[in-house]
């Protein structure tokens, strides 16, 4: 599974130049420090939390910016998430029969935590006074 940078840079610049944003401005709105736009509009990769927050801001799927490995047979992972009261998000991804490796399977984990917590403190964030 590889990750599309290009394509991803793409999308922050079009976003970007629509709304008439500077790379600080966009990187501000996006939760992230006020040079993280300009470092991955110049081909850094982002780190799983930067790309949680950009997807969120670039309001996209995830998978637009991964390829996908051709199989016969298209089988989904069973994803679990379970968030224990008071404890920490816990993600756990079954993926017999998929064709992704650990490190994959490991990845996805890894993103969707991510997200979800990029969501929580957005959403904590934005809340009515």
């Known amino acids: 599974m590889g990750f599309d940078q290009a394509r991803l840079v793409q999308d922050i610049r079009a976003r970007r130049t629509r ?3 500077s790379q600080r ?5 996006a939760g992230l420090g006020p040079t993280t736009i300009s470092r991955v509009e110049r081909g850094s990769p ?3 939390k930067t790309l949680a927050h950009i997807l969120l801001w670039l309001d996209l799927p995830a998978n637009r910016y991964f390829e996908q ?18 404890g920490q998000l816990l993600v756990e991804i079954k993926s017999a029969g998929t064709g992704l ?4 399977q490991a990845q996805l984990e890894h993103i969707i935590a991510a ?3 990029a969501i929580t403190v957005s959403s904590v ?3 009515p006074q």
């Open 19 to 21: 709304l008439g944003l």
């Open 25 to 29: 401005t966009a990187s501000k709105e």
């Open 46 to 48: 982002p780190d799983v």
């Open 69 to 86: 490995r051709q199989t016969s047979q298209q089988v989904t992972p069973d994803v679990i998430v379970d968030l224990p009261s008071g």
């Open 101 to 104: 490796s650990n490190r994959e």
């Open 115 to 117: 997200a979800f917590e």
């Open 125 to 127: 964030t934005k809340a």
